[in-house]
C-alpha cells in the first residue's frame, strides 16, 4: 500500500512514444544526481587572496632596486649576427638566473628576496638572455616574418580587409624578391670560386668578421662583474688555393669599420696578391647595407689595383639590395688610367650611367 502524504512530486517521462506522468521520490532522485540544498546554485565561493592589506613578503622598493642594480652590474654584450642596433645583451652561456641569484644572495645574505620575485623581475624589467642566438639569420627576413605574421594575426580577427590582404601579399612578394636575390649572391660566390680554380689568372677572394673573442675567457664569479676586452677577428679565405687568412687584433688597436677592412685588404694584397692574376673577384657580407659607406671601400681598392699592379679587372660581390657590384676594366695604359663603373643591384644589371674617373699612377688612399 503506497505511503500516504499531503503532496508528491512527479516528473513526465516518454514511454511508447507517450508522456506520462510517474510519481517519484524526491529524496532518492537528489541523493542518485547529488543535487542538496546546502548550496542550490552550485556556484563557487568568491576568491579573496590578496584584497586584504596585509602583504608580509611583497618587495619593497630598495629591495627591487637593489635586485636590478645587481643584475646590472653584470657587463653584457651585443650579438655579433645581429646588423642592426639591437637593444637585447648577451651574458655568458656559463651564466644562468639560478647562479646570479646565488651571487646576489651571497652579497646580500638578510635581504629575504625568494628565487621566484628575483626570476620575476629578471625576465619583466630585462632584455637579457645567455649565449648568442643558435642561428645566423637576416634582419630583413626576420622584419618580413614579423610583418605578415601580423597581418595574417589581423586577417584571423576581420578576414574581409583588403587593405591588410594587399599588404600581406606584397610583403610575401617581397620576402620572394629578397631570398632570391640572396641565393643570386651565392651563385655568383660558387661561380667564382670554380673560375678561380680553373684559370690561374683569376683570384677570387670572400672576407668577413668572424665571431668576437673575450680575454680572459674564465669562470670565476668575479669575471662576470668586469668588463672584458674583445678581440675582433678578420677572415680572408682565397678560393683557388683554399688558403685562408685571419687577422686578429683588439679593441685597443682597431675598431671593426671600413678603415680597418681596407688596411687588412691592402696589406693582404700587398703581401699574397700574385703577380700573374689579372682579374680579382671579391665575395663579403660585411660591408654590405650601407652604399655611402661601401663606395669609398670601392675607390680604394680600385685606385690600389690599378694604379699599382697594371692591367687588371676586378668585380666586387655584396649581399645587399642597394650596395652595388663593381666591375671596373682599365682601358688606357698610360700614366692617367681612366676606368668605368658599371653597377649591379644583386643579380639585377641596372642602367646607370657610368663615369670617367681619373686618377695619378701613384695615388695614394
Known amino acids: 500500500m503506497p505511503h500516504e502524504s499531503s503532496y508528491d512530486y512527479s516528473v513526465y517521462v516518454t514511454r511508447n512514444e507517450t508522456a506520462m506522468k510517474v510519481t517519484i521520490c524526491v529524496k532518492a532522485l537528489c541523493s542518485i544526481f547529488g543535487v542538496t540544498?546546502?548550496?542550490?546554485?552550485?556556484f563557487p565561493p568568491k576568491d579573496q587572496r590578496g584584497r586584504h592589506q596585509n602583504h608580509p613578503?611583497?618587495?619593497?622598493?630598495?629591495?627591487r632596486q637593489m635586485i636590478c642594480d645587481h643584475i646590472k652590474s653584470f657587463k653584457g654584450r651585443e650579438s655579433h649576427y645581429c646588423r642592426n642596433k639591437s637593444r637585447r645583451l648577451y651574458l655568458p652561456n656559463t651564466l644562468n638566473i639560478s647562479k646570479m641569484f646565488s651571487l646576489f644572495t651571497e652579497s646580500n645574505p638578510n635581504m629575504g628576496v625568494s628565487y621566484d620575485s628575483f626570476r620575476t623581475i629578471f625576465n619583466g624589467c630585462f632584455n637579457i638572455s645567455f649565449g648568442y642566438p643558435r642561428a645566423d639569420t637576416c634582419s630583413r627576413c626576420d622584419e618580413l616574418i614579423?610583418?605578415?605574421?601580423?597581418c595574417d594575426s589581423k586577417l584571423e580577427i576581420t578576414p574581409s580587409d583588403a587593405e591588410t590582404f594587399k599588404e600581406k601579399t606584397t610583403l610575401q612578394t617581397e620576402k620572394e624578391l629578397h631570398q632570391r636575390k640572396a641565393e643570386m649572391f651565392y651563385v655568383r660566390k660558387r661561380a667564382a670560386r670554380e673560375r678561380a680554380k680553373a684559370d690561374k689568372s683569376t683570384l677570387a677572394v670572400a672576407f668577413d668578421f668572424q665571431q668576437e673573442l673575450h680575454v680572459p675567457n674564465l669562470t670565476t664569479n668575479d669575471v662576470f662583474y668586469c668588463r672584458q676586452l674583445s678581440v675582433h677577428s678578420f677572415n680572408i679565405h682565397e678560393f683557388g688555393g683554399d688558403n685562408v687568412y685571419i687577422y686578429t687584433y683588439d679593441e685597443t688597436?682597431?675598431?671593426r669599420g671600413f678603415d680597418d677592412v681596407a688596411s687588412m685588404l691592402h696589406h693582404f694584397i700587398q703581401t699574397y696578391y700574385p703577380d700573374d692574376v689579372k682579374h680579382l673577384?671579391?665575395?663579403t657580407v660585411t660591408l654590405a647595407g650601407d652604399k655611402t659607406k661601401t663606395l669609398p671601400f670601392s675607390d680604394f681598392c680600385t685606385a690600389k689595383f690599378i694604379c699599382g699592379t697594371g692591367w687588371i679587372r676586378l668585380g666586387f660581390h655584396f649581399l645587399s639590395e642597394v650596395t652595388p657590384t663593381?666591375?671596373?676594366t682599365e682601358t688606357?695604359?698610360?700614366s692617367t688610367r681612366t676606368f668605368q663603373q658599371n653597377f649591379h643591384l644583386s643579380g639585377m644589371q641596372s642602367s646607370?650611367?657610368?663615369?670617367?674617373?681619373?686618377?695619378d699612377r701613384h695615388t695614394t688612399l
Do not use: F, M, Y
Not at 646607370?352 to 686618377?359: D, F, N, V, Y
Open 57 to 63: 613578503h611583497q618587495l619593497n622598493p630598495e629591495q
Open 281 to 283: 673577384e671579391s665575395c
Open 37 to 42: 540544498e546546502k548550496d542550490p546554485n552550485c
Open 253 to 255: 688597436t682597431g675598431k
Open 352 to 359: 646607370a650611367q657610368p663615369e670617367g674617373l681619373k686618377r
Open 332 to 334: 688606357s695604359p698610360s
Open 326 to 328: 663593381w666591375s671596373v
Open 146 to 150: 614579423a610583418k605578415i605574421s601580423h
